[in-house]
């Protein structure tokens, strides 16, 4: 009588598992931009990166939000102008060199962050609605842990 074949899992190699995540984060680009479809019209996505990081970081020189969102500054300057048109955000003289703006949130902007807040996190509920809280909690604390690691 003969035995069932005896199977030994495969295990991916380090290789293979870091490849994985690689082809899985460049997957993640295509969340970002559904989760971008859910701006209002006249707030593209730079725009709303620019509210994001004055919100986080307070008021700063363009500079210094163009190092933060890591793009050029003539392309952050565009997004600011944007902004600014809006109401969204103050450009105001530097008390330490008056030919330099510090740019802060207005009242407007942070009106505006709370609305963006309430569309993503929407998108999110909708489009993990079959997720268990347990495997939302999950893929929030290896997220964090990723980034703490760059």
């Known amino acids: ?3 069932c074949p005896v199977t ?3 295990v991916p190699s380090t290789s293979t598992r870091y490849q994985e995540l690689a082809r899985q984060l460049t997957g993640i680009g295509a969340v970002k931009r559904d989760l971008a479809r859910t701006l209002p019209p006249d707030c593209p996505a730079g725009a709303a990166a620019v509210l994001t990081v004055l919100d986080r970081h307070g008021e700063m020189r363009l500079s210094r939000l163009a190092a933060f969102m890591a793009i ?7 997004h600011v ?7 969204w955000i103050a450009r105001e003289p530097d008390p330490g060199d008056g030919r330099c703006r510090i740019l802060r949130l207005t009242p407007a902007g942070r009106a505006l962050l709370t609305e963006l807040g309430t569309r993503y ?3 999110l509920e909708r489009a993990l609605a ?3 809280a ?3 909690d999950e893929l929030n604390t290896l997220l964090a842990r990723l ?3 760059f």
């Open 1 to 3: 009588m003969r035995g």
């Open 8 to 10: 030994t899992p495969t």
């Open 72 to 78: 050029d500054v003539s392309v952050t300057s565009r």
């Open 81 to 87: 102008a944007h902004v600014a048109d809006r109401g």
């Open 121 to 123: 996190t929407a998108a």
């Open 130 to 132: 079959d997720w268990s």
């Open 134 to 136: 347990r495997d939302i």
């Open 147 to 149: 980034r703490s690691s």
